[in-house]
């Protein structure tokens, strides 16, 4: 028997994350049968995931046929003409473990691609008795018997279909380890709508990032997000949105020296930010570029989103 993997894809009728593989069984007929097949997906050398067997494709039965010697032996050797294929469906759940260990994998690839290694235990049941004219009646020989076998396939997701096709589904870069999500649906006062609007749009370029790995481009939307925030810094196009938030946050009983905190705050992390992407410092002095990584991402996006919700909120509720 042998196993071919048609496809690798997200099982989108579970509740928690979960991958559904494909497979193709090929064997001869009348000689064997598969019976059950279950498994476990590796990648790097660590298992991530048990594989259950979910459902057979299509209905259908098997039979076994006591062929004569010659006859059994000419099928066997007879290639492609004499085996046949069934279609299993095989469902593998994921732990917001598995998952960062995933994305952590593939951080490390070159291609950014998911190279998945699929070990399959496949129970066949085979003939075993060979009909020769001398057994009789009282026979001992085995009849049948059940075949354990282990095989290995291996399947890659290219890094495209992995971000458009996965990604989403298995919630990384939105849900992963954060149950946070991006605030775009907070009716706001009109005049805030094209500010707010661009914020939401930040966000997005940067969990699209987030999906792809692009830390470094990442920062570049985070720093684009902040300097559109940053309305405390006297700017004559920003006092409108700074009068309006600071109404409402007096209104929840914010004290002056809180709201200037609130808006010093994002002007140091707009600062901060920025300094992922000059390569001098103010006085004009060359700096070596802080490394982003995934934490120093998701970290700035968390925030990001944090901030967005807490004033889109209080925008909303005035409105």
């Given at each position: ?39 476990r ?30 006859t059994q ?21 994921l ?13 490390r ?48 997701v ?64 985070v ?51 920025s300094?992922?992407?000059h ?41």
């Amino acid at each position: 028997m042998h196993i071919n993997i048609t496809n690798i894809d997200v099982d989108d009728q579970t509740i928690d994350p979960a991958l559904r593989v494909s497979i193709v069984v090929e064997y001869f007929e009348g000689i064997e049968v598969p019976i059950s097949i279950a498994g476990r997906i590796i990648l790097n050398g660590r298992t991530i995931s048990s594989l259950q067997e979910i459902q057979i494709v299509n209905d259908s039965s098997d039979e076994l046929i006591v062929f004569d010697q010659r006859t059994q032996d000419e099928r066997m050797n007879g290639g492609n003409k004499f085996q046949t294929k069934k279609y299993f469906r095989l469902t593998s759940s994921l732990s917001p473990k598995a998952i960062e260990h995933i994305e952590e994998s593939r951080e490390r690839s070159c291609e950014k691609s998911v190279d998945f290694q699929i070990e399959f235990i496949l129970k066949s049941l085979n003939l075993s008795f060979k009909p020769d004219g001398t057994g009789g009646p009282q026979n001992t020989n085995p009849f049948l018997k059940i075949k354990v076998t282990k095989s290995y396939a291996h399947f890659t997701v290219k890094q495209s279909d992995w971000i458009n096709r996965y990604t989403t589904h298995l919630g990384i870069g939105k849900f992963l380890l954060f149950e946070l999500s991006i605030p775009n649906n907070n009716r706001v006062p009109k005049f805030w709508e094209k500010l707010y609007g661009n914020l939401v749009q930040n966000l997005v370029d940067i969990e699209h990032c987030l999906k792809s790995g692009d830390w470094q481009h990442a920062m570049v939307y985070v720093r684009k997000f902040f300097e559109n925030i940053k309305i405390g810094d006297d700017k004559p196009g920003h006092k409108k949105f700074k009068q309006e938030l600071d109404k409402i946050l007096k209104d929840d009983q914010h004290g002056d020296e809180g709201i200037k905190n609130f808006y010093t705050a994002l002007w140091q992390f707009f600062e901060f930010a920025s300094k992922y992407i000059h390569d001098k410092d103010k006085q004009g002095n060359i700096n070596n570029l802080p490394i982003p990584h995934k934490e120093d991402a998701y970290f700035a996006y968390s925030l990001a989103i944090g901030i967005l919700n807490f004033i889109g909120r209080k925008l909303a509720r005035k409105t």
